[in-house]
Nanobody
């Protein structure tokens, strides 16, 4: 079993920055993919970014150049650095791990960007 705990959300003004963290615990293997998703009220869940064990990353077009995903394998933690935040980035952000064919989700952290 794997547990994921997000932190780092909050209220920030447009143009500001936040860094989200997702700490994994439990049966962690060396090979896994970590995703950050977000969902705003009334909208579909959106994949924001992901990072593979190799370090390769992918980003949604809406966040390219503003968000950076990274991972610290020694700490089993993935980060999402969010810069130049916009009101449309307001959402609940959740991390998800794909490991050995199993999916694990965190509980989510609220990010609110005021204009």
């Amino acid at each position: 079993q794997v547990q994921l705990v997000e932190s780092g959300g909050g209220l920030v003004q447009a143009g500001g920055s936040l860094r989200l963290s997702c700490a994994a615990s439990g049966n962690i293997f060396s090979v896994y993919v970590m995703d950050w998703y977000r969902q705003a009220p009334g909208k579909q869940r959106e994949l924001v970014a992901n990072v593979a064990s190799s370090g390769s990353t992918n980003y949604a077009d809406s966040v390219k150049g503003r968000f950076t995903i990274s991972r610290d394998n020694a700490k089993n933690t993935v980060y999402l650095q969010m810069n130049s935040l916009k009101p449309e980035d307001t959402a609940v952000y959740r991390c998800r791990m794909l490991q050995g064919g199993n999916l694990y989700w965190g509980q989510g952290t609220q990010v609110t960007v005021s204009s």
